[in-house]
């Protein structure tokens, strides 16, 4: 076995030993050898046979290595205990990877604080150093230095790690600027059907970008000579969409309003970043962004995005399916009082502390308490709208929750393609969910959660709701392929862990 190997096997023993709170002695008496093997073997520094594997997995109840697969990561829950505590809001996934697209912009030294460390932050940050930008986590901390090479090797660009998110898109507003001809590999990401791309093109088309698809690559041409003469109307009101709009017109030398602009969280926070960057920008937090670029950016620049709405309301959504009271600190209220008004409607009860400010000195936080409560279904369907309106990624949350009442709900989810049918799944843990087309849902609750495994729908949020469910599940499940989990949440097992949930995380080799 190669000392890699060996040295990922010795982790997993560890955190599996760990987890069952066994002491390095406890387990070589239960494997009949020395603590000093065992912490060997712990460090990878020990050869191991397939025998020995398999008795380590006896001894520890876990069956984290499975042979045969290529590493994907899985968690095993027993559930159907409260939590407890409080538990901090990180930064959030959407704010991340567009700060990491503008950081392009900027000539100088660009330091992210308190990124949210995730996947989907790993895999743009593979993409940004393939094409030459120089990016470190500074030590012990979540903060992230990004410098850019004086030409960036868009040649190099590693195609896999970009296929892997729909954010690479957002590197055509900073690149249209510098580079005549260009080519980027296509958009993947999360699978919730096909989504749009023209919107970004027809929105970036009056600063000269003409984009054609050959063979899952975008191949970009730029006229320079064309500039945008009159406001843009984006004809959907995106938050990619709005993000790309705006790193074009940061550095165009002039005034670029954008109309129907999305006033969502991510944007807010692109927004606040580019104004540290010297471009004026006004009307944030409204539908017309009014821009003065700059020509040139060439700064050392700090700032931290603001906390996930998101991962907010799937905490509160963890509170609801366990019956526990839980604070949430660092809420950003202005992003989910629409769900908070919802959840209302339907019996929650909660209390909130004063709002104080995100580190970006402008988002309002409060810390929320959950008081656990019967819930009934809600009189009208509950659907998404842009913002402000409940959040489409909040949606799959309410499925769960409306599982949770007493009553039938009717969950629509006009946007996705795809995302609606993944919610069915919750079928597999106990609940009553029936298919009515391909974009609503009827939901009956309450449920009686029952422990099961499940391999991860291929889309986040749905996979997290499989997650909370199980939770709530008394018994052991096991959650299959979480990939698609931490690609937008940091150490998701390991703070739920903290709440008083037991969830272990064990992988294939
Ligand atoms: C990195 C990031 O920030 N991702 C978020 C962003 O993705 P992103 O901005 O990429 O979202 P899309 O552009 O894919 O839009 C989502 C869907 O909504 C439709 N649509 C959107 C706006 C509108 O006014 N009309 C309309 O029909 C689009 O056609 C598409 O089918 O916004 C989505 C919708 O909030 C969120 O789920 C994603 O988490
Ligand atoms: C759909 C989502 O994000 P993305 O745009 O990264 O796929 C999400 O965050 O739920």
Not at 37 to 50: D, F, H, P, Y
Request: aromatic share 6%; glycine share 8%.
């Amino acid at each position: 076995m190669s000392e890699d190997y060996l040295a990922r096997i010795g982790t997993l023993i560890r955190d599996a030993r760990r987890h069952k709170s066994m002491t390095q002695n406890e387990l070589a008496l239960a494997l009949g050898t020395s603590q000093s093997a065992v912490a060997r073997i712990e460090q990878g520094k020990q050869n191991l046979s397939l025998e020995m594997l398999a008795r380590i997995g006896e001894c520890l109840d876990s069956e984290f290595v499975s042979l045969g697969h290529s590493g994907a990561q899985h968690l095993r829950i027993v559930g159907g205990t409260k939590l407890s505590g409080a538990i901090d809001v990180k930064t959030s996934k959407n704010a991340a990877v567009a700060l990491l697209c503008a950081s392009l912009l900027n000539r100088g030294r660009t330091t992210l604080r308190n990124l949210a460390r995730i996947e989907e932050v790993n895999r743009i940050l593979e993409v940004l150093t393939s094409i030459g930008v120089k990016a470190r986590w500074l030590p012990d901390s979540n903060d992230l230095e990004l410098v850019p090479p004086a030409r960036l090797d868009l040649a190099g660009i590693d195609v896999d790690a970009a296929r892997r998110t729909r954010t690479v898109i957002m590197f055509l507003g900073p690149l249209l600027h510098e580079y005549p001809e260009f080519q980027l590999p296509y958009a993947g990401g999360c699978d919730l059907g096909t989504r749009t791309v023209e919107p970004h093109m027809s929105a970036l088309r009056p600063f000269g970008l003409n984009v054609t698809a050959h063979s899952g690559f975008y191949e970009a041409r730029v006229d320079g000579d064309v500039t945008p003469g009159r406001p843009i109307v984006l004809t959907e009101r995106g938050d990619t969409v709005t993000e790309n709009a705006l790193l074009a017109a940061a550095r165009h030398e002039g005034v670029t309003v954008i109309r129907n602009a999305s006033p969502n969280y991510m944007v807010q926070d692109l927004c606040f970043f580019l104004e540290k960057l010297g471009v004026r920008i006004e009307g944030i937090g409204s539908t017309t962004l009014t821009v003065h670029g700059r020509r040139e950016i060439d700064m050392d620049v700090e700032y931290s995005p603001s906390e996930d709405p998101i991962e907010a309301m799937s905490l509160l959504a963890a509170a609801v399916v366990t019956e526990s009271e839980i604070t949430i600190r660092r809420v950003p209220i202005e992003f989910l009082e629409i769900e908070l008004a919802q959840l209302e409607l339907m019996g929650m009860k909660y209390d909130i502390t004063q709002e104080y400010r995100s580190a970006n000195g402008h988002t309002r936080l409060v810390d929320l308490t959950t008081i656990p409560g019967p819930l009934v279904a809600p009189t009208d369907k509950i659907h998404p709208m842009p913002f402000p309106g409940l959040n489409i990624d909040n949606l799959p949350f309410f499925a769960i929750i409306a599982a949770c009442a007493e009553g039938t709900t009717m969950i629509h989810d006009w946007v996705y393609e795809n995302r609606a049918i993944y919610l069915t799944e919750l079928t597999k843990v106990g609940a009553r969910v029936q298919l009515l087309d391909p974009h609503r849902v009827m939901i009956e609750g309450p449920t009686r959660w029952r422990a099961t495994e499940v391999i991860c729908p291929p889309a986040l949020r749905p996979a997290v709701v499989i997650l909370l469910a199980m939770l709530a599940a008394p018994g052991t499940s096991v959650l299959r392929n979480v990939y698609v989990i931490n690609r937008g949440y940091e150490e998701l097992a390991e703070r739920l862990n903290a709440l008083g949930a037991t969830i272990e995380t064990f992988r294939d080799i």
